[in-house]
């Protein structure tokens, strides 16, 4: 399994010269991927043009959305704005879809919640066409394609249209569960190969985890009480992380996304030390 960080683009308040400093920093330690959230009511950076600002002081970490709301997005401009991050980065996007759960974010948008999943389905296609048929450019080899979501259907979107599936978070027995499903619906397919399988959670390593666990309970408040949950699971210790890793692993990702749950830099440092002790194979 390999480790990925998250920038700090959703949460309140970041500056934005953080952005590219955290994504060179990460660029130049242990970690794989460099990963973005979505929202559109929020006080957060837009996902793909954090990823273009990143892929401009990087060289080798992979780029990664887990996810991007492709509902609230026209689908040929967002298979363009994945290829034109693509060229700059030399390749090294993954682009993970999701339909998001927030219904504020499509009625800011003008987009229709209630058809939501349909609607990825068919923006899917009409990428993939895109990138394929070369009238828009830039022309390059379409990014990595995950999709996220949850239950059956979204198992067999993924399986069909996506190279991978991306988990939206929680203890490893919930990826674990969510894994199954999505390597089922892979075969049932008859895929080569298997799916990647990416998860991510959430940690903050020094001072109070309080502050962490506030924004968590924020961001995820349109679920009401379960928000208190998430916040629990942040991971606030070297200890706690490392048996998350092994835990993630056991339950076969390829890749583990870990977001800050405060933007400063010495986060990052923290991050990369643990990191850098070993990663459960």
Not at 61 to 80: D, H, N, Q, S
Not at 211 to 216: D, N
Request: proline content about 7%.
């Amino acid at each position: 399994m390999q480790v990925g960080v998250g920038l700090p683009a959703t949460v309140p308040g970041t500056d934005g010269g953080l952005i590219p400093a955290w994504a060179r920093a990460a660029d130049q330690g242990p970690f794989s991927a460099l990963g973005v959230l979505d929202r559109v009511v929020y006080d957060n950076f837009e996902p793909m043009l954090a990823l273009a600002a990143a892929a401009a002081v990087t060289e080798r970490i992979l780029l990664a959305t887990t996810i991007v709301i492709a509902p609230v997005r026209p689908p040929v401009l967002l298979a363009k704005q994945a290829a034109t991050i693509q060229a700059l980065s030399a390749g090294r996007l993954v682009l993970g879809v999701g339909l998001g759960a927030r219904p504020d974010d499509y009625e800011a948008t003008g987009a229709s919640y209630s058809t939501r999943g349909r609607r990825l389905t068919d923006m899917l296609v009409e990428m993939r066409e895109v990138w394929e048929d070369g009238a828009i450019g830039p022309h390059v080899h379409r990014p990595i394609l995950l999709a996220g979501g949850a239950g059956g259907l979204a198992a067999s979107r993924m399986a069909r249209y996506a190279d991978g599936y991306v988990h939206n978070g929680g203890p490893p027995r919930a990826f674990a569960r969510a894994a199954s499903e999505a390597l089922a619906s892979w075969e049932d397919f008859a895929r080569p190969g298997r799916p990647q399988l990416w998860g991510m959670s959430y940690f903050q390593l020094g001072g109070d985890p309080e502050s962490g666990r506030a924004y968590l309970r924020d961001y995820y408040s349109f679920t009401g009480p379960f928000a208190d949950r998430i916040a629990a699971g942040l991971l606030t210790t070297p200890a706690e992380i490392e048996e998350h890793l092994a835990g993630y692993a056991e339950a076969r990702c390829d890749h583990l996304i870990l977001y800050p749950a405060v933007a400063a830099i010495d986060q990052l440092d923290r991050l990369t030390q643990v990191i850098a002790a070993g990663v459960p194979a």
